[in-house]
């Protein structure tokens, strides 16, 4: 207790990771009396009682700042943020800034439509959160104290989740946070020796598999984000995927191939297609700076995913070290080799290369399959509401709760019918999102920083992309727009400042097929355009009605190599 008014603070704490969190608490009333509690089996900390003199009905106002680094900082912080009492102030600065984040996209829809839309974009900017104090100073990886040059450093990266929409969502609509993620990561990695995988307060706690802070990476230099040293993106990136640090075995991975499951009983099969994908990544990024043999090495790895892929079953499959398959093999059973998933689920895990997937299963077996998968899932509400959780969702062919299924229904446009694309992503967006206790009062899952609700508001506008914007000419794959319009604003710090309209005719509740498109006033056959073609401001107008037009949209398939 500091004086009449200050409590300061410190923690250590161990959930996820070990970090350390410093506090400063102020009262606009002064204490005039505490009291310790000790602590007990269900709280071992002990507990301060704090008593004030109030009048009747008088609020005691209370105001809290915290910091990484010192309880000093912690002070600065408070006096720098919030050196005033006005709480009116607060609240109307507070709408303030989300108005800002939440009017970037204006859609035109019912009061339902726009609490399920604008929940996900709220849910969506949480995080990652700048945790950097106002000096600009932060703990890092290694539990040491830097300055973050731009004052910036974000953390709580659930990168395994958020590759998949949240960071394609954002280089759209909120490029101006995008420059200190990436520069964030870059830093985390001068110190830690690799780009984060899941970052939480500055710290690496290895959740999940891969390495997708190489996709994010990746995906800002395709955008040509501004801001960003791509030399020194790159050489992050390069390092990430070649010096072996936990669940990266490099070494081993290169000498067989894939991870074999005799080694790795728990993720051989997601360790091997997930690096598999970051690997094509990097190949992207090698070929845009001009590093030949550099593509060429990614290249030949991003195609590791063919070694997994079982002719017998056209599963993938795990593997041993001498070449067989694992016996006893269930493709709906998970975990032996998957990561929250089985091989129903991640058989179709191959978004640099689905033309490859679509060559090893034959396109016939590909669409029989896929559609199996949703026509089953639909009787369960795609998995939503209170029936399947991201763990029971294993052992189903899908789980739109969990995220290595959260591209499949757009995998139609790769396979020649795009408008089960269309169908399918509508019927997601009205069955598995809502607002309604069965849906969670919008989903009854784990949001993953963000993803389950990005996921929702690029269907909901009918534009996604598969690969995460990594490809060396970023592009977008459509859907079916739950809309009548939707207006994104487009920012002028980074692009035009004038506007994306993505506009219906004869949009419905059960129409949910394009029958024609125009992009900028030209005619578009295609069920994907190029971002260059939006990104400066434009027009999509797509003509919806209730029955398929299978003609629509399959002039060429998406690119995927």
Not at 266 to 280: F, M
């Amino acid at each position: 207790v500091d004086d009449d008014y200050t409590i300061t603070g410190y923690h250590k704490l161990k959930g996820w990771v070990e970090r350390q969190l410093f506090y400063v608490i102020k009262f606009d009333q002064p204490i005039v009396s505490q009291e310790t509690i000790p602590g007990n089996m269900g709280n071992k900390a002990p507990m301060k009682i704090f008593y004030f003199k109030l009048k009747k009905g008088q609020p005691l106002l209370a105001k809290v700042a915290f910091s990484t680094v010192s309880i000093d900082n912690a002070k600065e912080n408070m006096i720098t943020e919030i050196s005033h009492w006005d709480f009116e102030q607060i609240k109307s600065d507070t709408e303030n800034a989300w108005e800002d984040l939440l009017t970037r996209i204006q859609i035109e829809g019912s009061e339902d439509q726009k609490k399920n839309f604008y929940t996900s974009m709220y849910h969506l900017f949480f995080q990652p959160n700048n945790i950097a104090d106002i000096n600009g100073q932060y703990r890092g990886a290694d539990d040491s104290v830097y300055t973050a040059p731009s004052g910036k450093y974000y953390s709580t990266f659930s990168l395994w989740d958020t590759y998949r929409a949240a960071h394609p969502l954002y280089t759209i609509i909120a490029p101006d946070i995008v420059p200190d993620m990436i520069n964030t990561m870059l830093m985390h990695s001068d110190i830690q020796g690799f780009l984060p995988i899941w970052a939480l307060w500055g710290k690496e706690n290895y959740c999940m598999v891969g390495n997708h802070g190489v996709p994010v990476v990746v995906e800002a230099c395709m955008k040509n984000i501004p801001g960003i040293d791509m030399e020194r993106a790159y050489a992050a990136v390069k390092k990430s995927l070649t010096e072996n640090h936990y669940r990266s075995d490099w070494d081993m991975y290169n000498k067989y191939g894939y991870y074999p499951f005799d080694l790795i009983k728990e993720e051989s099969v997601s360790r091997t297609l997930e690096g598999a994908y970051d690997d094509y990544c990097a190949a992207q990024l090698a070929k845009k700076l001009k590093k030949e043999d550099d593509y060429s090495f990614f290249m030949k790895k991003a195609n590791y995913y063919k070694n997994l892929f079982d002719p017998e079953t056209k599963y993938m499959r795990p593997r041993e070290m001498d070449g067989s398959f694992m016996k006893d093999f269930d493709p709906l059973k998970g975990w032996k080799g998957f990561q929250e998933g089985n091989a129903a689920q991640y058989t179709w895990y191959v978004p640099h290369d689905i033309q490859g997937l679509t060559e090893l299963m034959g396109i016939d077996l590909f669409n029989e399959r896929l559609e199996k998968t949703f026509i089953e899932s639909r009787k369960t509400q795609f998995g939503g509401g209170k029936e399947i959780d991201s763990f029971s969702g294993v052992e189903k062919l899908y789980n739109q709760g969990n995220q290595p299924c959260l591209h499949d229904a757009w995998l139609f446009n790769y396979s020649g019918k795009p408008w089960l694309t269309q169908l399918y992503t509508r019927l997601i967006c009205d069955e598995f999102y809502g607002t309604t206790p069965e849906h969670g009062y919008g989903y009854g899952q784990d949001e993953d920083q963000g993803q389950l609700g990005a996921w929702y508001v690029m269907a909901a506008m009918g534009l996604f992309d598969v690969q995460g914007g990594t490809n060396i000419t970023p592009s977008y794959q459509i859907g079916s727009p739950k809309f009548h319009k939707i207006t994104i604003k487009l920012d002028p710090r980074y692009y035009s400042g004038k506007t994306l309209v993505i506009e219906t005719e004869n949009n419905a509740p059960d129409h949910y097929y394009v029958q024609s498109a125009t992009l900028n006033g030209q005619p578009l056959e295609d069920c994907w355009f190029y971002r260059r073609e939006i990104i400066n401001g434009g027009h999509l107008k797509l003509q919806i009605d209730s029955t398929p037009n299978t003609r629509w949209g399959i002039a060429s398939m998406p690119h995927s190599k």
